[in-house]
């Protein structure tokens, strides 16, 4: 079943018109808005793509004559690891998403005054000193953690630092397929939702993805070039 969280209707007639990516224009230098902070309130729509587009995190199904994900248990650990973002940063909110063979999708949104946890006043976090992922964020509890705004960038990097981390162990513990370099994609898109048709049509984008597989531009056998986002 794909996955998703909210209570998000489900417009039947909508397409997905064009959030504002092209893969041949956006390139890792251009994909971000020049001196917009990403650490501010507001909803965005994010993609994120698995290293050589290999999938991963299981399989498309026809269920009922509808295609729909079937996840593995890699994909369970994204899913798992997803929701648990809202518990690291405390002032996000998940809304629709959803874990394909070898991408994922999101619309996430800060709310409030986005902050984070470290370890001391100069905003160092001391993961590697005590074995976490890069980016992750401790909890509160000790009086001397302060707090540091994060940006769209540090939560997606902290997202795919741990489900690397987690996707390792089930490697060593579980027999997951191996991998050489990397699970993710270096980069990752992200697109500024501004109203409400926006997310709307993102929303149902998200929600039909799974129906849309076989021409989908992260498919394997895709002709499309997004090897590289």
């Known amino acids: 079943m794909f996955q998703y969280i ?25 994909i971000r808005l020049k001196g917009y902070d990403y650490s501010k ?3 965005y729509f994010i993609t994120t793509c698995c290293q050589d587009r290999i999938c991963r995190f299981g399989e498309i199904v026809v269920s009922e004559n509808i295609p729909t994900m079937k996840l593995n248990d890699a ?4 899913d798992a690891q997803w929701l648990a973002m809202a518990k690291r940063f ?3 909110e998940l809304h629709d998403y959803v874990i394909m ?23 160092r976090n001391d993961d590697v000193e005590n074995g976490r992922p890069q980016g992750y964020a401790p909890t509160c509890a ?31 513990n579980k027999g997951w397929d191996r991998f050489e370099g990397k699970i993710w994609q270096r ?39 997004s090897n590289t986002m």
């Open 187 to 225: 980069n990752y898109y992200e697109h500024i939702i501004r109203d409400e048709q926006s997310y709307l049509t993102i929303s149902d984008y998200i929600i039909k993805n799974p129906e849309k597989w076989k021409e989908d531009k992260f498919h394997p056998e895709s002709n499309t070039s």
């Open 101 to 123: 063979p070898n991408h994922f999708h999101c619309i996430l949104e800060i709310v409030g005054d986005n902050g984070d946890c470290t370890n001391d006043e100069n905003g």
């Open 41 to 43: 309130e507001g909803l």
């Open 75 to 78: 994909g369970k650990m994204v």
């Open 6 to 30: 909210g209570q998000i209707p489900i417009y039947q007639n909508m397409e997905f018109t064009n959030p504002g990516y092209n893969p041949q224009i956006h390139h890792r230098r251009s």
């Open 142 to 172: 000790d009086e001397k953690h302060v707090l540091k705004h994060k940006t769209i960038g540090d939560m997606m990097d902290a997202f795919k630092s741990i489900t690397t981390v987690e996707y390792i162990r089930g490697v060593k």
């Open 90 to 92: 405390p002032n996000i």
